[in-house]
């Protein structure tokens, strides 16, 4: 099926683990994001991409790392979690001119 | 630089109510609007978006919302209030260029009384 799609759905980790939270759409947009959601503040940018092998810091990258090898992938990893990174995490996607941005149903994470 | 402001954090109106959303806006340069819906355990989806065109944008399930320069407005209103409407709704803003800039509100509930 055509879409954007988020793995997990859900996540437990501990403090200090290493996670990974996938994201795969199949329009081939050129523009990917991965937003943060939080109670009291709606959504916040953490990174972008505009194309494969460009990614750029939006409001709150600390804390992440972002790579997109493949136009249709956009991981992000969290490398050392922290119970602050405790949210809900979408990732977007669009085509300039062409298309709104679309999400993910998004990965609920909690870090014990 | 560019913000957004949503009044009301948690809407309540009965079922056939008028829904009134409001969202103000603060931009340097004129701005592109949208309203997002966020239903349980999804991501958002666009109610509709303004881009300059016309002032009044008319978007899915019967919602509108009317751009108002002089008063730096982009509410969000639905005549009848119907039980799915009930979700999270979120105002945007974004200067045009790209969707790397588009600023997000920090939503507003709508529940529906029966």
């Known amino acids: 099926d055509a879409g954007i799609t988020q793995s997990p759905r859900y996540k437990i980790t501990e403090t200090g683990r290493q996670v990974t939270l996938m994201c795969h759409q199949t329009w081939s947009h050129s523009y990917m994001f991965w937003y943060r959601q939080d109670l009291g503040h709606g959504l916040r940018l953490i990174y972008y991409s505009a194309a494969a092998d460009i990614t750029d810091k939006g409001e709150v990258p600390d804390g992440y790392v972002v790579s997109r090898s493949k136009t249709e992938n956009f991981p992000l990893t969290l490398e050392s979690a922290t119970r602050s990174q405790t949210s809900v995490y979408f990732c977007a996607s669009f085509e300039p001119g062409y298309s709104p941005l679309h999400f993910g149903n998004g990965t609920r994470l909690t870090v014990t | ?114």
């Open chain 2, 1 to 114: 630089a560019q913000s957004v402001t949503q009044l009301g954090s948690h809407v309540s109106v009965s079922e056939g109510a008028l829904v009134l959303l409001r969202c103000n806006y603060s931009s340097s340069v004129p701005p592109y609007l949208f309203w997002y819906v966020q239903y349980p355990n999804q991501g958002l989806q666009l109610l509709l978006k303004y881009t300059s065109a016309a002032t009044l944008v008319k978007g899915i399930n019967g919602f509108e919302a009317e751009f108002k320069k002089s008063e730096t407005s982009f509410h969000l209103t639905k005549p009848s209030a119907h039980m799915s409407d009930a979700a999270e709704y979120f105002c945007a803003v974004s200067d045009g260029s790209s969707a790397s800039k588009i600023i997000f509100g920090s939503g507003t509930r709508l529940s529906i009384r029966p």
